[in-house]
């Protein structure tokens, strides 16, 4: 069942909301493996563990230690004395009372080797010791395990450590270092008759004769043969390195294994066996070293499989037909699993499989620790009443799952199971009436087939139920698209993940659906890329592929939804890379393209240059195998280059670090390599091959070895990326610069101007002067309609419409009588805007309106006592600290047989964002001479007590006021002074004739009548 490097993927577990996928329900734990990847409470040891085994219902560790203690508890706390062997209970994990110590005179005593005899009753210790609670006994010994006692009449001598040790009911075989066995020599492995036996401890015919270490023994079943492995070249002076099958009574090798099988630079640590074969752990070290494991049947000596997964294999168990394994496996990639990378110190693999094993979803862990560094060293399977099969784990490990644990750790077949891992999402709406919800999927370390449910707010059931693989080294996005939705509305949508007995949930998050699609992403779809990146999530690991399930993740630190991105007018955001090893790169693992097209835009100032885009080996750690990629160069320039019978570059001339948005793209094909900038080719040649190394796209860093030309100075690109996608061919010249055209095209505009600020009127001579606010818009206002009714509150049409002008005054002959103006803004691509609000006007027969300009204007401040404002463009009204406004005005005699019938101050506050005020402002007459380019505080005109008027309060930037006025306190024919004196703290700031603009002068109008 070997997964080939796109079956993940392509099983594509992209859903329209509108179908929901039938699925098998998840399960907890996933068969065949039999246990949970959660760790269950156990005593732990201050030292490394090197052996364990189990007998009824009782598990035994040892190795080089002097104390035990409770599930965690920290170095030196609890301590129970365990001196290098003891025993657990295997269901519940705790200290049974057997605690023979195993010492040694000289050196440091270890147990490195336990067996018990087929009926449960005798424990076979080897290692390198002397002495058993004080009894003579070198380097093998047996227990009673009914007593826990060292057996006195079970006394063999091997001459050196004893490593290995495989027994039935008649026989003990052991290996290690030794070259005897009491007088009589043995090079590295003997065997001794068992306990039990007339002749227990005695010495065997049986001498393989092996020339170097044995670290491994296993029987047969049925008996007859046993493997040895470790670290020999010969058996019986014949060569078999590392591994070998001999006679069980005479030693006499039966299978000798060539360096096919264990390479000069392996050796073998351990073996398990079942009725079909065996199974062989491996240690290697430099050139050429195999870390692995490989079966290897009985009845044809065949290798069955090999797993090449690089990280030395200390032990291996076979249960229920799958293999467990204790190694520090860092590299995968020759059973298409995980690349090197992160350490995973447990694995369960298929045993059955032909060629080559696939690692099943069960993956607890452990840290290096302590020692060699090496993690856990040996397991075992033990079965109990209570908990079912419980498989242990020893080793020089200081944690496990994360959480401090010491040398010892158990993993149990339930209930205890680990869950699915949080989700990032990311909600996207880049195709009209659509929305996108896609998701890394989560993580569960005892179960890759989960399901999913997605849930839009207020919809009770899910828009759509999925399934999908997901393993650590694989976590590809899934996606449902939710067709058929309102323009404009706002969804919430979250995701939910179950593996048959843990739920876990997203937070909601919120949509708005567009009303329009995304030309650029729609045309990137329609050319036949395998994935678009356009950076829309708002935070975490996951980078959406916005056409299949492609995505990729993010390592290190970053800026997430950076605008302005690349694509004008389109909602789409970008992604900044801060450089220090923050990268991308894909989930899915790809065969070398032969043909391919990558592209991305990017924008920066570095001057370090660094990795744009590449094809590495690896994901986050520097590639060993990398080409197809795009760099820069210290000074700026572009970059293009594959490996084939040496390196092969395109270059620009030019720089590209000066801070504005570019875009790069790459081809290779039958008709050779191109690179462009910014839609045209910059440069070619004919060169159509490159490194066939399956790996993984990645942006913003990876190896740029010295050979490569010009090499940057860092390999980290800093700047802000978007838009990156990949296609499994070569872009024509045209598709290319089509990208970069639509990108630059702005779309339609659909974008009405705001509405025009309330009309101001005025009446004279029976005409009507409007002013207004002028709109705004994004590609500018070039017109308003005026529009008139008798009717309050009337709706514009064109039947209402009396003047177009282009600037935001006009005047109307309307008549006599009491008309209704509103005004509308129109754009350049004719969108018109929400009407103003209304305007009512007066129009009397005979009636002359007359606006008056001020001869003089300016202010007053306590602040500054001595100062004048004459020439300034504003004036300024406060209470405390005191500051007055001063307007000046020649009042016109009243025209023959008419009088003043109403008088109004227009203003307009200035464009400061505290130009209004949260305080009205009082009007009042000033009496006295003053002059604009000399009045003071000092010297400023007295106020009178009665309020003509009031300025309200407003606090929005250039606001008109029309503040009504007592006709009555106006002399026609004379010049008065009106003063604003504000009364409370808050400042009122309004132009003055200084001012350029004539729509923002004060103006007093007049109606005689």
Known sequence: MTRPLLALATALSTLLATAVATTAPAAAIEAPVAFAAVALPTWQADGVAWATTTAGGTVFVGGTFTAIRPPGAPAGTGQVPRTNLAAFDAATGEPTGCAPAFTLKEGTATVR???????????????????????????????????????????????????????????????????????????????????????????????????????????????GQVVIGGSFDTVGGTVSHGLTVVDAASGTAVRRFTAAFVPAASQVKAIAVDATGFYVANEGYGTGSFDGRFAVDWDTWTQRWRDGCLGATQDVEVFRGVLYSASHAHDCRPINAYPDEKRWHFLAETTQTPDKPSLLPWFPDTDDGIGERIGPRAITIATTASRGPVLWGVGEFTTVNGAAQQSITRFGSGPEQAGPSAMPFVLTSDTAGQVRVAWRRALDLDDSNLTYRVYREGTAAPIATLGAASWHWHRPQSTVVDSGLTVGSTLRYRVEVSDGATTRTTDWRAVTVRGTSSAYADQVRADGAVFLWRYDEPGDVLVSDSVANHSGTLSGGGTFRVTPAAIGDDPSTARTLSGGGGTIHSEVRYNAPKAFTVETWFRTTTMSGGKIIGFGDRRTLNSSSNDKHIYMTNSGRLVFGVLADGRKTLSTPGSYNDGRWHHVAATQGASGMALYVDGMKIASNAVTTNQNVPGYWRVGGDTIASGWPDAPSSTSFVGTVDETAYYAKALPPAAIARHVEVARTPPPDTTAPTAPGTSVAAVQADRVQLTWAASTDASGVTGYVVHRSATPGFTPSTATAVARPTTATAIDDPGTGTWYYRVTAVDAAGNTSPASAQVQVQVERGATTVNLSPTADTFANAGAPGTNFGTSAQMTSRGSTGAIAYLRFDLPAAPAGTSLLSATLRLRTSSDSLAGSVEPAPIRLATGDWGETTLTWRDKPALGSAVLGTVPAGSTPEQPFAVPLTAAALSPGTTVTLAIAGEGTDSLSVWTREQTRLIARPVLDLQYG
């Open 113 to 223: 080797a336990l067996a018990v005899s087929p009926d449960g009753a005798t424990l076979y210790v080897g290692g390198s010791f002397d002495t058993v609670d004080g009894v003579a006994r070198q380097h093998l010994a047996a227990l009673d395990l009914a007593t826990c006692r060292l057996r006195t009449d079970f006394t063999p001598l091997p001459q050196g450590p004893v490593r290995a040790l495989a027994v039935d009911a008649r026989t003990v075989w052991l290996g290690g270092s030794f070259t005897a066995v009491g007088t009589t020599a043995r090079s590295k492995a003997a065997a001794v008759a068992a306990v039990g036996t007339p002749d227990q401890g005695r010495l065997t015919a049986w001498d393989p004769s092996l020339d170097d270490d044995v670290l491994a023994l296993a029987l047969r079943p049925g008996g």
